[in-house]
């Protein structure tokens, strides 16, 4: 689903993905889940299986499927389902702060926020939290439009800059960095892009769970879609071993093959006005 969104922010760089054979794969995949939905709303592990997969399992996929209907893949009735399912929850005893801070997001990005149960976590579990949980909480509240809240929740993180947690729902750091982006993309800019700018190397190490991935593209999707990107033009002056290049493009992302000069010093100089990522 997010890579189908890259293809439409910046398909130029992804000559090999293609949106139609994208949208095959995920019409595909969104079927198949319906073997997977309990008469209550929630989703089991396995198909036609009746025990339900965990609470932070099943809003992921509801997840999913609101992004996917908000993106014209007409799940409405699905989405109903899976969403009446997550607002009961939302009101009954608190099970997992966790998966209640992200219940409570997504409910919000379906535009039917919970603004009672929101404040109930705010007002007397937000001294418990966990950094994600708050992060997640402070979303929930910006995708409402309540930014005066989002942003009292947020000032409860300390360093929030910073990605860690534990390997119970991430593998490896890309996974937090793409959960971490996504949220913040939603709440405020400003830090999104220091993430972004600070953690651009997660992907440099590391074993990855398709979850880690998922969360990654997701993040890199959400952190596309709401920053101002930069209309200028890439300006720059490269210096290879043997000559020197001048760039100018009417793009936000320019690819080189430098496979010729592997291990081999290349220099860079930015002649734009505009911040210059390499990688």
């Known amino acids: 689903l997010y890579l189908r969104d890259w293809v439409i922010l910046y398909g130029e760089i992804f000559p090999d993905l293609d949106k139609d ?3 095959g794969i995920l019409e ?3 079927r ?3 073997n997977f939905i309990l008469p209550e709303g929630n989703f089991s592990f396995w198909p036609s299986e009746r025990y339900p997969a965990s609470e932070w399992t099943n809003v992921y996929v509801t997840h999913l499927l609101v992004e996917a209907n908000s993106r014209g893949f007409f799940l409405q009735s699905f989405v109903d389902k899976t969403i009446e399912y997550q607002r009961a929850k939302a009101r009954a005893k608190i099970e997992s702060p966790k998966a209640q801070c992200y219940r409570l997001f ?3 990005l379906n535009s039917s926020p919970d603004f009672s149960s929101m404040n109930l976590l705010k007002e007397n579990y937000l001294s418990k939290l966990e950094k994600q949980d708050k992060l997640i909480l402070a979303a929930s509240y910006a995708q409402a439009k309540d930014y005066e809240r989002a942003r009292e929740v947020l000032e409860n993180i300390e360093k929030v800059e910073e990605i860690y947690g534990s390997t119970e729902y991430f593998y490896s750091r890309m996974g937090y960095f793409g959960n971490y982006l996504y949220f913040l993309s939603k ?5 999104a892009f220091k993430i972004f700018s600070a953690n651009s190397k997660v992907l440099k190490n590391g074993w990855w769970s398709t979850h880690d991935i998922g969360w990654f593209c997701a993040g890199l999707s959400s952190y596309l879609k709401e920053i ?3 209309t200028e033009k890439i300006k720059a002056k490269i210096k290879f071993p043997e000559k020197e290049e001048e760039i100018e493009k009417d793009t936000n992302i320019y690819s080189i093959d430098l496979k010729d000069y592997f291990s081999k010093v290349i220099k ?3 002649k734009g ?3 210059l990522f390499l990688d």
């Open 21 to 23: 054979k994208l949208d």
């Open 28 to 30: 595909e995949g969104l």
């Open 32 to 34: 198949r889940l319906q």
């Open 106 to 108: 997504v409910l919000s």
């Open 187 to 191: 709440i405020d800019k400003e830090l």
């Open 228 to 230: 101002k990107v930069s």
């Open 268 to 270: 860079i100089k930015n």
């Open 273 to 275: 006005n505009s911040t």
